[in-house]
């Protein structure tokens, strides 16, 4: 669904004219509208990590505790980075944090010898101690903030065009313009944000699917500070 067919599914619910424009309709109620929809569309992508919008990002190592090399700029669609999912590719070995900035001044001060390089985010940049070797491979899974697109797949972070698409789902965007509208108009939106809670709910414990949990245990076993597959092992 596009931007139109959203504003325009939402504004028949509403009991509004619909229109054959919006992002350039001259009407206060269509401006009003795509406001809303803009501010759904943010709110929605921040709640939680969508798979929809979910990436990867991989970086080169420089050897010194701030990550400069132009790979490790923090990418211009960021969110928020997924929590633990900072490997070393090259040496196998996750790259654990985020340091407060009072454990990494303390490790500083102290002059701590550590086995594994730790992290933090600081001033936009990604900062490793100890500093790693140069021309390692680090990966991240991050999400975007980039919840709709061009028709020609150019991710983006607001509406630009009525013919623009949406990332994330479009009932749960729907939804949300049907209860924003109401409560900037000072009507009764109980229900219809009630609605949306129940959708949102459900929509997150579909997203991505969810595997069994086995009290046996399954995957990858960690042995000492190193990580194997399942195997036979004596």
Do not use: H
């Not at 803009?38 to 990436?55: C, E, F, I, K, P």
């Amino acid at each position: 669904m596009t931007l139109l067919t959203i504003v325009n599914d939402a504004q028949a619910v509403l009991n509004l004219p619909v229109t054959t424009t919006i992002y350039t309709n001259p009407g206060e109620t269509q401006k009003q509208l795509l406001r809303l929809a803009n501010m759904g569309g943010r709110a929605l992508a921040r709640r939680y990590a969508w798979q929809a919008l979910t990436t990867e990002q991989t970086f080169t190592t420089t050897a010194t505790e701030e990550q400069t090399d132009a790979t490790a700029d923090l990418p211009a669609d960021l969110g928020w980075i997924v929590d633990e999912t900072i490997w070393n590719r090259t040496t196998t070995r996750r790259v654990t944090g985020p340091l407060s900035s009072a454990d990494w001044q303390a490790q500083k001060a102290l002059g701590a010898v550590l086995a594994d390089s730790q992290y933090r985010i600081r001033g936009n940049s990604i900062w490793m101690q100890p500093a790693p070797s140069a021309s390692q491979t680090c990966v991240y899974e991050y999400v975007s903030k980039y919840w709709c697109e061009k028709s020609d797949g150019t991710d983006q972070e607001k509406w630009l065009a009525d013919t623009d698409v949406a990332r994330i789902d479009e009932y749960l965007l729907t939804l949300d313009l049907i209860w924003r509208f109401k409560a900037a108009k000072g009507l009764d939106f109980t229900m219809d944000k009630s609605e949306f809670e129940e959708q949102v709910s459900a929509a997150i414990g579909r997203d991505g699917t969810r595997k069994r949990v086995s009290v046996a245990g399954r995957g990858v076993r960690r042995i000492g500070t190193g990580y194997v597959p399942e195997g036979s092992w004596s």
